[in-house]
T-cell receptor, first 117, second 111 residues
Framework: NAGVMQNPRHLVRRRGQEARLRCSPMKGHSHVYWYRQLPEEGLKFMVYLQKENIIDESGMPKERFSAEFPKEGPSILRIQQVVRGDSAAYFC???????????????FGPGTRLLVL | DQQVKQNSPSLSVQEGRISILNCDYTNSMFDYFLWYKKYPAEGPTFLISISSIKDKNEDGRFTVFLNKSAKHLSLHIVPSQPGDSAVYFCAAISRRGKLVFGKGTKLTVNP
């Protein structure tokens, strides 16, 4: 059973470009979470999605950031018009159920390291 | 406002000795706590967890203690091994499964 997969592992963008980060959850997992880790910081929650639904996007910046988890295919975190402050590691996690009530742990992918020049 | 705090950025111990990593939290609504281990260039890996109704959970060399009145938890690793060298994140579950992480403690176990 493959783990959570993220690609690309490293992404370099110039200011103003778009960044697309992909996450394929573990087989059988229908819940996806995105986190961002800035240098010297812990991971910060961004968004929680189920298939075709955004459940909680309270950690997502209001502008330029969007996320989706379509019926088919990976979850996508999209950052438009990137700025230098977007440089960070972006981690995706998945769980089979809502981690809050079932106490299922979230399994993390290896992350995408975004560098904005 | 940091709801989960790990005040020690780093910790160094000798192989075979005990490693104690500490974590404090401020939100009394947290009801589940987890420790994650992270190697460079990898994602966090779940290590051990504890429900707020317990005060201790043990798994092999790893034990987590929870003191709810003090809003404090700690991870004990004994005996420590060089392969335990990593960054350890304390995390708490809030509503909707949203993990709230501390900043991490880098553990170095010296042979």
């Amino acid at each position: 059973n493959a783990g959570v997969m993220q690609n690309p592992r490293h992404l370099v963008r110039r200011r103003g470009q778009e960044a697309r980060l992909r996450c394929s959850p573990m087989k059988g997992h229908s819940h996806v979470y995105w986190y961002r880790q800035l240098p010297e910081e812990g991971l910060k929650f961004m968004v929680y999605l189920q298939k075709e639904n955004i459940i909680d996007e309270s950690g997502m910046p209001k502008e330029r950031f969007s996320a989706e988890f379509p019926k088919e295919g990976p979850s996508i975190l999209r950052i438009q018009q990137v700025v230098r402050g977007d440089s960070a590691a972006y981690f995706c996690a998945s769980s089979p159920e809502w981690a809050g009530t079932s106490q299922e742990t979230q399994y993390f992918g290896p992350g995408t390291r975004l560098l904005v020049l | 406002d940091q709801q989960v705090k790990q005040n020690s950025p780093s910790l160094s111990v000798q192989e075979g000795r005990i490693s104690i990593l500490n974590c404090d939290y401020t939100n009394s609504m947290f009801d589940y706590f987890l420790w994650y281990k992270k190697y460079p260039a990898e994602g966090p890996t779940f290590l051990i967890s504890i429900s707020s109704i317990k005060d201790k959970n043990e798994d092999g060399r790893f034990t987590v203690f929870l003191n709810k009145s003090a809003k404090h938890l700690s991870l004990h690793i004994v005996p420590s091994q060089p392969g335990d060298s990593a960054v350890y994140f304390c995390a708490a579950i809030s509503r909707r499964g949203k993990l709230v992480f501390g900043k991490g403690t880098k553990l170095t176990v010296n042979p």
